[in-house]
């Protein structure tokens, strides 16, 4: 069974579309990230899930139980969900124990105490359980957060941008442990953020949102080296798009010669475009084949140039080694890769 499946789920604030016909499922114990540019909806589809605005139309399932459609509406507290939003929202005036008991109003007093002791072993925080949040440090809060979000033991977790507050420094080591717990607790979740780095490394699926609805859902490996949609490739990452041609499903035919693509590409026929990322792009001296270096850096192992290829411009990462001779004609050469072709 889904943990979530959301089907035709669609929503406009004063006439203006957000959500349209969105579908999607979340498996059992499966983090899954609404990513995408800012505006096009993830909040939206997050309060929709968890019963705070009401969908014009569509269906919402948790775990099996219709929370919402045409004619029926579970009001949040009802909807078993444990939420965690940007600021955490800690109460100022109770402890950290005090917090994460306070959804735990049905449990009896030891049932309570022993709950909230194994949260804060959980999160590692026992001997912080007498302070008050303006005594932790931000990572501390937000480890409050998530155990106050699943002491009552939720069917679906809920993040919004839970680490945009977070240190760079300390962010990824916090992803991981949150992560960990999730799993431990074997909880779904969704997770809403403009990271792909985030987005990599905390989920198990990337849900990419491109006006209301989803354009891709997968694992990143598949989203990065086989994106549906030219929204999901520029999503994930720089790039130039090259005129191309599909000789067949492997060989292209572009004005900086012929290439063979590492893996067959279904879709490619006749004559389009590929996505080139910089990692696929190599520079050396040789004949300019209209190729423009705009800028240099040094930043330690690498250089950075800034090119100008088929009126686009990207920054090219190439290997202090290999360093090019700028005041020397360069050429622009496409490695093995597995093709991203765009009719
Ligand atoms: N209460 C509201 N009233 C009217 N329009 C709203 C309201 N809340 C959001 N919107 C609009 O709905 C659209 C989607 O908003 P939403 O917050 O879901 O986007 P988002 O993808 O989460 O964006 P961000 O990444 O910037 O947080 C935006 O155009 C926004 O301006």
Not at 86 to 97: E, G, K, S
Not at 229 to 236: D, I, S, T
Not at 307 to 328: D, G, M, R, T, Y
Request: charged content about 20%.
């Amino acid at each position: 069974m889904s943990s979530l499946s959301l089907k035709n789920l669609s929503y406009q604030y004063d006439g203006q579309k957000v959500i349209e016909n969105l579908d999607l499922e979340v498996a059992e114990n499966e983090i899954v990230c609404l990513l995408g540019a800012s505006g096009c909806g993830k909040t939206t589809t997050l309060k929709a899930v968890a019963g705070l605005l009401t969908p014009q139309h569509g269906q919402i399932v948790i775990h099996g139980k219709t929370m919402s459609d045409d004619s029926q509406f579970t009001e949040p507290q009802h909807r078993n969900i444990g939420m965690m939003f940007q600021d955490y929202a800690l109460f100022p005036h109770l402890t950290v124990a005090q917090n994460i008991a306070f959804g735990l109003s049905k449990f009896n007093k030891t049932d309570k105490q022993a709950r909230v002791n194994e949260m804060l072993e959980l999160v590692h925080l026992s001997e912080f359980a007498e302070r008050y949040p303006h005594e932790l440090s931000g990572g501390q809060q937000q480890r409050v957060a998530i155990a106050r979000a699943l002491a009552y033991k939720p069917n679906l977790l809920l993040l919004d941008e839970p680490f945009s507050n977070i240190d760079a420094q300390v962010r990824f080591q916090l992803i991981n442990d949150i992560r960990q717990i999730i799993k431990d607790q074997k909880v779904s979740a969704i997770f809403v953020s403009h990271s792909k780095e985030e987005a990599f490394a905390f989920a198990d699926k990337l849900a990419v949102m491109h006006k209301g609805k989803i354009a891709q859902l997968g694992d990143a490996k598949t989203l990065f080296e086989q994106p549906a949609c030219k929204e999901v490739a520029e999503f994930l990452g720089q790039g130039i798009y090259i005129p191309a041609k599909a000789e067949s499903k492997r060989e292209f035919t572009t004005s900086f010669g012929r290439f063979t693509s590492t893996k067959a590409c279904e879709i490619a026929q006749g004559a389009g475009q590929i996505y080139i990322r910089p990692a696929h792009i190599q520079l050396e001296n040789g004949v300019n084949n209209d190729v423009e270096i705009l800028q240099s850096r040094f930043i330690g192992t690498e250089f950075i140039y800034q090119i100008k290829v088929a009126e686009q411009i990207i920054e090219v990462p190439v290997e202090s080694e290999h360093a090019l001779n700028i005041n020397e004609p360069v050429t622009f050469k496409i490695k093995p890769h597995a093709v991203n072709f765009f009719s």
